[in-house]
Nanobody, 114 residues
């Protein structure tokens, strides 16, 4: 079935950086497209970034392009999201997922506030 566990969220100020991690277990992580999503109360889940198994094909949501970087380490079964120049509108619960499996993490809160 598999499991994903996110970490690295927290409270930061505008302009700060954070790196989220997503540790995978129980499934063949290296063979799956992995994605980050985020959600705030009352809003639909938003696509943040996606990466194919090799790391050679990457896509970002329009609102994070140029600020966020997705990466993966298949040897460590870990997905990352480097978030730079954070803005208050980035505040959300961030989820990692292997949507095609499907398996989802429990989410990690990111709050950007002065």
């Amino acid at each position: 079935q598999g499991q994903l566990v996110e970490s690295g969220g927290g409270l930061v100020q505008p302009g700060d950086s954070l790196r989220l991690s997503c540790a995978a277990s129980g499934f063949a992580f290296a063979t799956y497209v992995m994605k980050w999503f985020r959600q705030t109360p009352g809003k639909e889940r938003e696509f943040v970034a996606g990466i194919d198994w090799s790391g050679n094909s990457i896509d970002y949501g329009d609102s994070v392009k140029g600020r966020f970087t997705i990466s993966r380490d298949n040897s460590r079964k870990t997905l990352y999201l480097q978030m730079n120049n954070l803005k208050p509108e980035d505040t959300a619960v961030y989820y990692c997922a292997a949507p095609s499996k499907p398996v989802w993490g429990q989410g990690t809160q990111v709050t950007v506030s002065s």
